[in-house]
């Protein structure tokens, strides 16, 4: 029974770069989380996923992010032109529909310098 | 809309005693609660949730939490710490429906002195 699964786990790069994460949800999962979690706060939504379509988006989620899931299995977040306040761990969760749990990968760190 | 206060932001415990860790939210129905724990560098572990039912919560690791409706609170506890759960602890709040989008509390960090 394999988890959910983040790749990379650390990310560097410099202020305008743009990076791209990708999430592996637990198989049967439909839902797809992303959230972001800075220093000393808990996780905050930015958007989620039932199967290949983006239902919800968080207003933390600027034009800079997006994020897809194209065949409603893994996804990707990419952030364009990264800025130092991007910095954060990025984390992703999935879960079944009509089920309230949530199951958290091990996060991607970003640090923009 | 729902929130979630945590209010203390460290606590400190020696090893082989009791731990409560506070949690209160606001949401205006029954909410769905959820414990999670955060080891460094590490995603989130899901320990309890409530959902319905008995309002007296068991979950891994030892911890159980308490819903009280009248007080709009959710603390968790543990009777006797072991080093090992030196960790950040989250206590989350869901809508009973739709999309299922939980409120995280900034979380309360537990160290264990030997």
């Known amino acids: 029974d394999t988890g959910v699964s983040q790749d990379p786990r650390h990310k560097i790069t410099k202020r305008g770069q743009n990076v791209t994460f990708r999430c592996d949800p637990i198989?049967?999962?439909?839902?797809l989380y992303w959230y972001r979690q800075t220093l000393g706060q808990g996780p905050e939504f930015l958007t989620y996923?039932?199967?290949?379509?983006?239902?919800?988006k968080s207003r933390l989620l600027s034009d800079r992010f997006s994020a897809e899931r194209p065949k409603g299995s893994f996804s990707t977040l990419e952030i364009q032109r990264t800025e130092q306040g991007d910095s954060a761990m990025y984390l992703c969760?999935?879960?079944?529909?009509?089920?309230?749990?949530?199951?958290f990968g091990p996060g991607t760190r970003l640090l923009v310098l | 809309a729902q929130s979630v206060t945590q209010p203390d932001i460290h606590i400190t415990v020696s090893e082989g005693a009791s731990l409560e860790l506070r949690c209160n939210y606001s949401?205006?129905?029954?909410?769905?609660l959820f414990w999670y724990v955060q080891s460094p560098g590490q995603g989130l572990q899901l320990l309890l949730k409530?959902?319905?039912?008995?309002?007296l919560v068991q979950g891994i690791k030892g911890f159980e939490a308490e819903f009280k409706r009248s007080q709009s609170s959710f603390n968790l506890r543990k009777p006797s710490v072991h080093w090992s759960d030196a960790a950040e602890y989250f206590c989350?709040?869901?809508?009973?429906?739709?999309?299922?989008?939980?409120?995280f509390g900034r979380g309360t960090s537990l160290i264990v002195h030997p």
């Open positions: 969760a999935s879960s079944n529909p009509h089920q309230e749990t949530q199951y």
């Open positions: 198989s049967e999962h439909n839902r």
């Open positions: 996923f039932q199967n290949e379509a983006q239902l919800e």
């Open positions: 949401y205006g129905a029954t909410p769905y």
């Open positions: 409530y959902f319905s039912g008995d309002t």
């Open positions: 989350a709040v869901g809508p009973s429906g739709g999309s299922y989008i939980p409120t």
